[in-house]
C-alpha cells in the first residue's frame, strides 16, 4: 500500500471511528466543524489537503493572529497545530495534522463570516439571517488550499465597509496601552471645573494623555484645569454619549474610570456584531445607530446625510435586523398595538372616555375595522386588561408618528417616522420611543428617499401635501436598504475616524456577546452546510 493510500485509509477510519463514538477530535484536541471537515474531504476523496508549505504557514499566521480580529487562537487549534507542524508531514500524526489544520481553516473562515458567537442563541428576539447565497462551494475553498490562496480567501470572509477595520485598528491601540500599564483610576474627588487648581487635576491630565487626548507636551502647571485640558475632556465626553460641558462630574469620572481592559472587551464585541451582519452592503443604504442615537444614508462606505433618532427605551428594544424601505406616508394614521392600549392608554381612557378620545385625537375601532360611538358603549363592563377597541389617531400636528412615516414592513411593526415629541432631541441619549425609530429631520429624509421619483419631490413639496392634510402613500421608484445595527464601540466616522465612541450599553447586550466570545466554540455549520451545497451546485454564469 502507498503513502497515499495509507493516509486515506486511515482517514477514513477515523471518520468511521468518530461516526460511531460521537466524538470527532485529532490530537487530544475536540474539531469545532467536523461536519464542514468531513464534506470537504469527501469532496477531496479524502486526499491530503495541506501539501503546500506556503498554505499551511498562510495559515498558521492567521491563527497566531486571531487575537487581531478580537478572537483567540487557541480556538483554531493553536498550540497543537505549531507542534504537528514542526513534525513535519510524514509520519504517525499526518492524519491528526490535516484535520487540525482543516478545522482550523473552516472554523476561522465560519467565525470571521457569521461570528464566532450564534446570536440567535443570545437573544431571543433575533432575526437577521446572514445572505450565504455566494458562500464558496467545496470546489472553492479546495481551490484556495490547493493554490495557496489561504490568505486572500480569509481576507474575503472579513466584514466589508469602514467600520471594521477601523474597530481592527482600535483595538490594537488599546491592547498597547493595556501593555504599558493602561491607566490609573481617578480617586473620589470634587466636581473638576475649568479654571480650578487642584491635586487631581494632574492625574485627570495623566489619565487623558494615556488615551490619546492630549499629548506629553510638559506643562509648568499640571494642576491648573486650563483651556487646553478643557477641550480634551470635552473630546472625551463627546466620544462616550456624556454632556460636553468640559466639567469632571460624577458621569465623566464614571467613564474615565473605565478600565482599558474593559474597552478592549468592548472593542471585541462590536466587532463580533460586525461579523454578524455587516457583509455584502450595498453601496447606498440607510443605517440606523440605536446604541448612537443616529441616522445614516451611506455611500460608498462613508456617511453622506445623518440625523439624531429617537430609539426604543430599554424595555421596548428596537430590534436588530435588515430591510427595505419601500414607500413613504404622509399624513398617517396610528393605529395603536394592543399592548400600548391595555398597559398605557386604556387605564387613562375608562376615567374619561370620551374626553380622552377627543383630547387625543382618537377614533374608537372594532378589531375589524368598523367605527364605535364611544358614547354608546358601557363603560363600566370594561377593564385595561380585557379592553375590546382598537384605537387609531388621526393625522395632525399630535399624531404620535408626526407627519410622515417610512415604510418597511416589518413583523416588529418597527419603522422609521417624525414625531411631534421634538424637545427629546436635544437629549444626548435618547431611549424614549415603544420600539419604532423617531427622527430628528424627516422632511430631508423624505426628500432623499423620493428624489429618485422626480424632481418635484422637494422638501416644500413634501412640505406643502403635509399642509393639505390628507394622508397619501408614495411607493418609491427606488426602495431603499436599511441596516439597523446595535453597536456601542464605534469609529468616529462625522469628525475623526482614528477615534472610538464608547456607547453605554442601554439594552445590556454586551455581556452575552462577551461570554460567547470567550466560551469554547461550537459548532454553526450544520446551519451552514446546506447553504454551501446549494451554492455549489447552482449553475455557474457563463
Known amino acids: 500500500m502507498g503513502a497515499g493510500e495509507d493516509f486515506v485509509t486511515r ?11 460521537g466524538h470527532f477530535e485529532a490530537a487530544g484536541e475536540g474539531l469545532t466543524e467536523p461536519t464542514l471537515v468531513r464534506w470537504l474531504y469527501e469532496a477531496a476523496a479524502y486526499r491530503p489537503l495541506w501539501t503546500r508549505p506556503d498554505a499551511v504557514r498562510a495559515l498558521l499566521e492567521w491563527v497566531a493572529r486571531a487575537g487581531e480580529e478580537g478572537l ?10 505549531r507542534t504537528l507542524v514542526s513534525e513535519g508531514r510524514g509520519g504517525a500524526n499526518a492524519v491528526d495534522r490535516e484535520l487540525l489544520l482543516t478545522d482550523a481553516f473552516v472554523t476561522l473562515a465560519v467565525h470571521l463570516r457569521t461570528g464566532k458567537a450564534d446570536p440567535r442563541r443570545l437573544f431571543r428576539s433575533w432575526n437577521y439571517e446572514p445572505d450565504l447565497s455566494s458562500a464558496p462551494g467545496a470546489d472553492e475553498i479546495l481551490r484556495a488550499i490547493a493554490e495557496g490562496r489561504v490568505d486572500a480567501f480569509l481576507r474575503a470572509r472579513r466584514p466589508g465597509g469602514s467600520l471594521y477595520p477601523r474597530l ?5 491601540r488599546y491592547r498597547a496601552i493595556a501593555g504599558h500599564g493602561g491607566w490609573k483610576a481617578l480617586p473620589a474627588g ?4 475649568p479654571g480650578d487648581r487642584h491635586p487631581q487635576v494632574a492625574l485627570l491630565r495623566e489619565r487623558l494623555e494615556k488615551e490619546g487626548f492630549l499629548n506629553d507636551d510638559p506643562t509648568s502647571q499640571p494642576e491648573l484645569f486650563d483651556r487646553r485640558l478643557e477641550a480634551a475632556v470635552r473630546a472625551f465626553q463627546r466620544l462616550h454619549l456624556l454632556e460636553p460641558d468640559g466639567v469632571v462630574g460624577p458621569a465623566t469620572r464614571r467613564a474615565l474610570n473605565v478600565a482599558v481592559q474593559r474597552r478592549i472587551d468592548q472593542l471585541r464585541v462590536n466587532m463580533e456584531r460586525l461579523r454578524w451582519v455587516y457583509h455584502d452592503v450595498p453601496d447606498t443604504f440607510l443605517g440606523v445607530d440605536l446604541a448612537g442615537f443616529d441616522l445614516h444614508l451611506w455611500m460608498n462606505h462613508g456617511p453622506a ?3 439624531a433618532v429617537q430609539v426604543g427605551k430599554p424595555y421596548h428594544q428596537t430590534p436588530v435586523f435588515r430591510d427595505t424601505i419601500t414607500y413613504v406616508e404622509i399624513n398617517p394614521t396610528w393605529t395603536v398595538p394592543t399592548s400600548i392600549t391595555r398597559r398605557e392608554l386604556a387605564p387613562k381612557l375608562l376615567k374619561d372616555p370620551v374626553g380622552f378620545l377627543k383630547e387625543k385625537d382618537m377614533e374608537l375601532l372594532t378589531a375589524s375595522g368598523r367605527p364605535v360611538d364611544p358614547a354608546a358603549v358601557d363603560w363600566s363592563a370594561i377593564t385595561p386588561r380585557d379592553f375590546p ?4 389617531q388621526r393625522p395632525g400636528p399630535a399624531n404620535a408618528l408626526g407627519r410622515i412615516k417610512f415604510m418597511f414592513p416589518n413583523k416588529y411593526n418597527v419603522y422609521l417616522h417624525d414625531t411631534p415629541s421634538k424637545q427629546l432631541f436635544s437629549r444626548t441619549r435618547r431611549a424614549f420611543s415603544h420600539g419604532c425609530i423617531r427622527v430628528q429631520k424627516p422632511l430631508e429624509l423624505g426628500e432623499l428617499l423620493l428624489r429618485p421619483n422626480g424632481p418635484q419631490w422637494t422638501r416644500e413639496h413634501i412640505q406643502r401635501l403635509i399642509d393639505a392634510g390628507q394622508t397619501r402613500r408614495i411607493t418609491l421608484k427606488r426602495p431603499m436598504p436599511i441596516l439597523i445595527l446595535y453597536l456601542t464601540a464605534v469609529p468616529d466616522l462625522l469628525n475623526d475616524p482614528r477615534r472610538i465612541q464608547f456607547r453605554p450599553d442601554f439594552y445590556k447586550r454586551d455581556a452575552k456577546v462577551l ?6 466554540p461550537r459548532e ?10 446549494k451554492a455549489e451546485a447552482a449553475p455557474k454564469p457563463e
Do not use: I, M, N
Request: glycine share 6%.
Open 11 to 21: 482517514l477514513t477510519g477515523r471518520f468511521e471511528l468518530a461516526t460511531a463514538s
Open 72 to 81: 483567540d487562537p487557541e480556538d483554531y487549534h493553536f498550540r497543537a497545530l
Open 168 to 172: 481592527r485598528e482600535a483595538l490594537g
Open 190 to 193: 470634587p466636581t473638576l471645573h
Open 305 to 307: 446625510w445623518s440625523s
Open 389 to 392: 377597541y382598537v384605537l387609531r
Open 515 to 520: 461570554k460567547a466570545l470567550q466560551a469554547h
Open 524 to 533: 454553526k455549520g450544520v446551519a451552514l452546510l446546506a447553504l454551501y451545497r
